[in-house]
């Protein structure tokens, strides 16, 4: 090693003590020319996840779990990231369970799997769901889910959660009840019922066909928005890239 390497090796010792680090050594990774995101694609069958929520529901109380979901976790990462901005998971609410209110900085949206008698309470507003509505749960707005008739109600859960945290401003606060006081109410500016959805997908012509859920013609969160696609038995989708 020459004297300069020498030098510019102690140097570099030199900067730790005083919590100092150079920016020229990292600087490439910090600002790639591309970018490079940690997660890896992935498939969640939810014909072997189903069992496993059923399980849940049988022996996790509701008095052990605030939410009882199984998080999507991408293989290339850890809890709580789907992938590296978004959160997903699968929540299962048996009959008269009530998940109970609460209300966080992230922003939700849910999208109904399976069941009836199923409701989300947000703001006051009693929503009752249906297979295929997507309804969302704006930042910092108290709600609470619950479960009237037979059989489970599961949807799966999508957050802007992990931005939050790496920023972090990632809170929550529980109500002091265990629900919010609300009202039922037959429509809602946050539930997109599945049945206009699918009115919608069916009108266009085509192998192929994309309905963006937005609100009031922009995207539903500055962070987070949704799509439903329709695409004929047989038939593919056009190729795309996105930045998503």
């Not at 109380?61 to 998971?89: C, H, W």
Request: proline share 9%; with cysteine.
């Amino acid at each position: 090693m020459s004297p300069v390497e020498t030098e510019k090796g102690s140097f570099l010792k030199s900067l730790k003590p005083e919590n100092v680090e150079p920016l020229w050594t990292v600087m490439s990774a910090m600002v790639p020319p591309v970018p490079k995101p940690k997660a890896t694609p992935n498939v969640w069958n939810y014909k072997k996840l189903r069992p496993l929520l059923v399980e849940s529901g049988r022996l996790v109380p509701t008095e052990e779990s605030e939410r009882r979901v199984l998080m999507l976790i991408n293989p290339s990462l850890k809890a709580p990231q789907t992938t590296d901005t978004l959160y997903a998971g699968l929540q299962y609410i048996n009959p008269g369970e009530i998940a109970p209110a609460h209300r966080h900085s992230a922003f939700a949206l849910r999208f109904i799997i399976e069941g009836n008698g199923g409701y989300t309470a947000v703001e006051g507003k009693r929503i009752y769901m249906e297979r295929g509505d997507v309804i969302l749960t704006p930042r910092w707005e108290w709600h609470d889910h619950g479960k009237e008739g037979d059989g489970p109600m599961i949807w799966l859960d999508g957050l802007d959660l992990p931005m939050f945290q790496a920023i972090p401003v990632n809170f929550a606060e529980h109500y002091e009840e265990e629900c919010y006081p609300a009202k039922t109410v037959a429509e809602s500016n946050i539930k997109f019922p599945w049945k206009k959805t699918q009115e919608y997908l069916d009108s266009v012509d085509g192998d192929y066909a994309v309905f963006d859920y937005t609100q009031g013609g922009s995207p539903l969160s500055t962070i987070l928005t949704g799509q439903a696609e329709r695409v004929k038995a047989g038939k593919a989708s056009p190729w795309r890239q996105e930045n998503s």
